[in-house]
């Protein structure tokens, strides 16, 4: 593996900031909204809420449309959000098991 390769390579830290959760956390962040209360204004659990967060779920069409009109942001960035994470998966996927 040159020099060069090794720079393009995604640790597993990396891909997990990419995750949309950051991005939902980072609002909660700034709004100060309790995650029950975002929870509850998604209409979905908690617990639901809890596995976006922790990276275990990621964002359904219906949730991105929730997000946007809960958020106050453009459907389309959180469509670019968790497109840029699955297009990360797919090449840490790729490079982790050697599948190009």
Known sequence: ??????KRLLTRKELESMHPGKAIEE???????????????LEITPAALQR???GEAGL???MMRKLSRVTDT????WIEIQRR???AL???????YGLE
């Open 27 to 41: 609002y909660i962040a700034h709004t100060d909204i309790s995650t029950e209360e975002l929870a509850q204004r």
């Open 52 to 54: 976006i967060l922790h």
């Open 1 to 6: 593996m040159t020099k060069e390769t090794r």
């Open 74 to 77: 453009p459907l389309d960035n």
């Open 90 to 96: 797919d090449k840490f996927t790729t490079e982790e």
């Open 85 to 87: 994470y699955e297009d």
């Open 60 to 62: 359904s069409r219906d």
